[in-house]
């Protein structure tokens, strides 16, 4: 796994955006804040609450990032849906993705591991976490300590680790 601290792996990778399917890399968020979710299986997930929880995110300057650890093609995930989500779902056939980021592609079905990456590209932080809207709520917390660290409006390592301590006792 990279450390926290390091540069970010570099990725590309196929992608479904907005109901399309393209390819997306890490240098179309440079300079932006990112969050990485490797979800084990997203079909379990509804566009909407994937969409809803993008929103939160991008309101604080984050962009949110599914990879979907599952073998199934991504497009087949929605073809019966009424909508798809808005939402960058990344796939990672191949698991290169997952190994770049020391993440283990069998896990627990709705656990997921996040990486935040700031906007210089650096590892922020990682998570493990359900990916439910207290999981969520913890990383918006953490993404949000973590921008008011860089911008040195806290003297964050302290406030850091309680909120670290916080997710971990919930």
Sequence with gaps: MKRIGAPSPSFRA???????????????????WTAICFL?????????????????????????????????????LWLDRPTTPRTPLLYDPLGRL??????????????????????????????????????LSALQEIVTLSQAQDTGRVAARDTIADAREEVMNS
Excluded: K, M, N
Excluded at 16 to 31: D, P
Excluded at 45 to 67: C, G, K, M, S, Y
Excluded at 113 to 133: E, K, N, P, S, Y
């Design 14 to 32: 196929p992608a479904l955006v907005e109901g399309w399917l393209t390819y997306l890399g890490s240098t179309q968020f440079a300079g932006r």
């Design 40 to 76: 084990p299986y997203v079909g379990i997930v509804e566009p909407d609450f994937l969409d809803h929880q993008a929103d939160h995110l991008d309101r604080i300057d984050t962009t949110l990032l599914i990879v979907s650890s599952g073998t199934r093609p991504l497009h087949r």
């Design 98 to 135: 997952h190994r770049s980021f020391g993440v283990a592609v069998a896990q627990i079905p709705v656990r997921c591991q996040t990486f935040l990456i700031d906007r210089a590209g650096l590892l922020r932080f990682h998570l493990v976490h359900d990916f439910t809207d207290h999981g």
